[in-house]
């Protein structure tokens, strides 16, 4: 048990930059205004971090294939090498799914999906234990139990894992894009330059439109209309608009 585990400390953290990298490049596009660029954008980067943790978890699990061949510097007891054997299988899916467990998850951090993340592993807090207590029990009453059993019940921890993270990833995925079709549906655009009112902010937008009719109707002015104007300018100039009529 205390060679498995020393294997599992040297070589599980060789996945984790992986979570510290997600977490670094997800929430600068997490931020961003809610759109379908960045909903796509999401989505590609959560395919990129997967693929990138397939190819660490294969090599890890490809490492620990060679357990066999490495247990015999350990111990030379035919007995422990045999135990120290028996959960290579074990051993190869939990590193392989480890290296898209952390990924996965540095991404849900990264969108701050901390509500999920904190229950699931409320639920796992005491699901994991309440295996181990049984397989003790187990133990307890005679039956044989080694530690291929219980790095197999960690295999199904990762599992369990795996799938939940991976699932919840196409969960806020396809809601992004559910939320985008509806803003898109609703015409969340802003106005056209061509509308001269902004009724959010009630503010007239003077355009060609308005404008043109305006100049149209000065240009119709006859010479004692001009003379008139020039008056009305010189009163508001000199102060004397208490004589305007």
Known sequence: QQILF????????????????????VPRIFERKPSPARTDA??????????????????LAAVMAFIPLVSPLFSLDPAVIAKVNSPALAFAVIFFLYGIICPTEG???????????????????FAVPAFMLRLKKVAASGIAVGVKDMWSIIAVYQVVRTTTWTLRLR?????????????SSFGTSTPSSSSPLIPALGIVVPN?????????CLDELDDGSETWLENISEMIDTDKTEDLP
């Open 6 to 25: 020393s294997f599992s400390c040297c070589f599980l953290p060789v996945a984790d930059s992986l979570s510290s990298t997600a977490q670094s490049f």
């Open 42 to 59: 999401l989505k590609r980067t959560t395919i990129n971090f997967i693929k990138a943790g397939a190819v660490f978890g294969s090599f």
């Open 107 to 125: 991404t849900m951090l990264g969108q701050k999906d901390l509500g999920f993340l904190a229950k699931t592993y409320a639920v796992l807090f």
């Open 171 to 183: 969960y806020l995925h396809g809601k992004r894009k559910k939320e985008d079709e509806k803003n």
């Open 208 to 216: 060609h439109d308005t404008i043109a009719p305006s100049i149209e």
